[in-house]
């Protein structure tokens, strides 16, 4: 059975890039016909869509974060990562990793998260 | 951009139903999806497609869709059902998944 584990540096300074990882377990990062996605949560409030990698490089991001978004996989070690750049206090969230087969397909299995500090 | 619309909060009695709603443009071309979320924890795929349940979800929880609105009912609510509810959906014009911005259930 397919598991997501989110991790990351828990903290991460103003202006700084902020990196996490999500580890596949029982499955490959780079499925056919599945999307691996990441969505975050504010504290206190809702879910926010970042952005969707499938296996061949195709990408979707929201357009309210595409300029300083980045996710790629690492097939070698099974992972998905993001990276966001330039980040302030509003990035503070706890972040979740996400499959979903297909665009329009739900998102059937999540990770724990990881929540992610911004501060100085 | 797109943008779903569900109320901030449901109040309801146990054992009676709760109805949840997600405000859709278009939803005639468009599939709803439905997660529950507890606090602390991540998100759990309630309902795909509309109306059909994941294997281990509850016959309580059934979903529907009329107009331009999306609905999630949860039938003989019990207090373990407080939690917030989202849909979601893919917005192929624009290409981007939305949810909705959440609704708290509150059981009496």
């Known amino acids: 059975q397919l598991q997501l584990q989110e991790s990351g540096p828990g903290l991460v300074k103003p202006s700084e890039t902020l990196s996490l990882t999500c580890i596949v377990s029982g499955g490959s990062v780079t499925t056919t016909n599945y999307y691996l996605g990441w969505v975050r949560q504010p504290p206190g409030k809702g879910l926010e869509w970042i952005g969707s990698f499938y296996n061949s490089g195709i990408m979707y991001y929201n357009p309210s974060l595409y300029s300083r978004v980045t996710i790629s996989e690492d097939t070698s070690k099974n992972q998905l990562s993001l990276k966001l750049r330039s980040v302030t206090a509003a990035d503070t969230a706890v972040y979740y990793c996400?499959?979903?087969?297909?665009?329009?397909?739900?998102?059937?299995?999540w990770g724990q998260g990881t929540l992610a500090i911004v501060s100085s | 951009s797109y943008v779903l619309t569900q109320p901030p909060s449901v109040s309801v009695a146990p054992g009676q139903t709760a109805s949840i709603t997600c405000g859709v443009k278009?939803?005639?071309?468009?599939?709803v999806h439905w997660y529950q979320q507890k606090p602390g924890q991540a998100p759990v795929l309630l309902i795909y497609?509309?109306?059909d349940r994941p294997s281990g979800i509850p016959e309580r929880f059934s979903g529907s869709h009329s107009g331009n609105t999306a609905t999630l009912t949860i039938g003989r609510v019990e207090a373990g059902d407080e939690a917030d509810y989202y849909c979601?959906?893919?917005?192929?014009?624009?290409?981007?998944?939305?949810f909705g911005g959440g609704t708290e259930l509150s059981v009496l």
């Open positions: 979601q959906v893919w917005d192929a014009t624009s290409d981007q998944v939305v």
């Open positions: 278009n939803v005639g071309t468009k599939s």
């Open positions: 497609y509309d109306s």
């Open positions: 996400a499959r979903h087969r297909g665009l329009g397909a739900p998102w059937a299995t």
